[in-house]
């Protein structure tokens, strides 16, 4: 099976990513280069090998695997200290996914389909970029937007299971073009990149909770809820990302800049995550994941460790910084062995 592969290398990316990040906090794990590919192995190597292969399988076309195999490749690169090359699979990568994504929008003509399709744009110039020497600080927000477009593209499809309501697109189209205007002007290197952006961010919030099916399925029992419950509080990080946004300055470090950023990608990105996996795994790898109440136990640590390393950051104490994101990564290894076990118990018989 050639998808489990590309999906193990992903992980791989993922955990080098992690062991980066609690060595950029000032843990004492992770090498100098490691802590520096930190944002492209979670970025690139694991969130653009899960995503393209995703897509890939969606496809059903053998040409799109060579996305997530560039992106994996890349991710092995740049554990290996090799940045330029890592640079130069991930920009193949990323471009053979806007190809793939470029086709599902010929086959299919909706704006949901075009949105999907600038996500991976924007992921495709961050990538090239960052290959010209652009630092990885400062293509973050094309980044973001590849992520950010990725999720509002895949929940404005799943809108049209409610009733018409014939403002749903136009409403959409500001947050789109705060969002891209955001990557723009990130790309073009002006300070108000992330202002844009944020603004972005929160009007996409109020959209979502307006316009997604999470209205309605929260009311429902079992995974269905589950599923709401992560979208909904991913929400929440989303608005809270936004509005640290406002006034940061692109490329600028700092608790703020890691307040902000963390809550955009470990708050709502994974978040999406937490809730996406039981319904996308089965369709990917085809193995059952039926639902189980202790998957609410990661995404509860996830939460509670994100609001433990905000409030380092807002209030300046480094040590709480430290633990908040040490359990940032706890909370993903336990929702990777949650996954494992179900699937691992579900294939027992009897």
């Not at 930190?38 to 995503?51: A, E, N, R, S, Y």
Request: charged content about 10%; overall charge positive; some cysteine.
């Amino acid at each position: 099976m050639r998808r489990l592969p590309l999906l193990a290398a992903g992980g791989v990316s993922l955990i080098a990513g992690m062991i980066a990040g609690e060595g950029r906090l000032g843990w004492p794990v992770g090498s100098g280069d490691l802590m520096a590919a930190h944002g492209p192995l979670m970025v690139c190597g694991f969130f653009g090998t899960v995503i393209g292969l995703e897509r890939a399988v969606a496809l059903g076309k053998p040409w799109g695997y060579m996305a997530p195999a560039a992106t994996a490749l890349g991710g092995i690169a740049l554990m290996a200290g090799f940045f330029q090359a890592g640079a130069l699979a991930q920009s193949l990568g990323s471009l053979v996914f806007v190809l793939m994504s470029l086709a599902v929008l010929v086959r299919q003509r909706e704006v949901f389909t075009a949105v999907l399709s600038l996500g991976g744009a924007c992921w495709l110039i961050g990538n090239l970029l960052w290959l010209a020497g652009a630092p990885p600080s400062e293509v973050v927000p094309l980044w973001a937007g590849f992520l950010v477009l990725t999720i509002a593209g895949e929940r404005l499809e799943l809108s049209r299971f409610l009733p018409p309501w014939r403002w749903r697109t136009p409403t959409l189209l500001p947050v789109l073009a705060l969002l891209l205007a955001g990557c723009g002007t990130a790309a073009a290197g002006m300070a108000a990149a992330w202002t844009l952006f944020g603004l972005g961010l929160v009007l996409l919030t109020l959209w979502c909770l307006r316009n997604d099916v999470v209205r309605r399925t929260i009311r429902q029992p079992g995974l269905t809820r589950y599923v709401a419950v992560c979208l909904l509080s991913g929400y929440g990080w989303a608005a809270v990302s936004g509005l640290l946004m406002l006034g940061l300055g692109l490329g600028e470090g700092g608790p703020r800049a890691d307040a902000a950023l963390h809550s955009l990608f470990v708050g709502f990105v994974f978040a999406m995550v937490f809730g996406h996996a039981p319904v996308i795994l089965p369709a990917v790898l085809r193995v059952a994941v039926p639902y189980r109440p202790w998957f609410y136990g990661p995404l509860i640590l996830l939460h509670a460790s994100l609001i433990l390393r905000l409030a380092g950051d807002l209030a300046d104490l480094h040590a709480v910084r430290q633990w908040g994101g040490l359990a940032n990564a706890a909370a993903i290894v336990v929702f990777i062995l949650t996954m494992l076990a179900t699937v691992i118990r579900a294939r027992k018989p009897g």
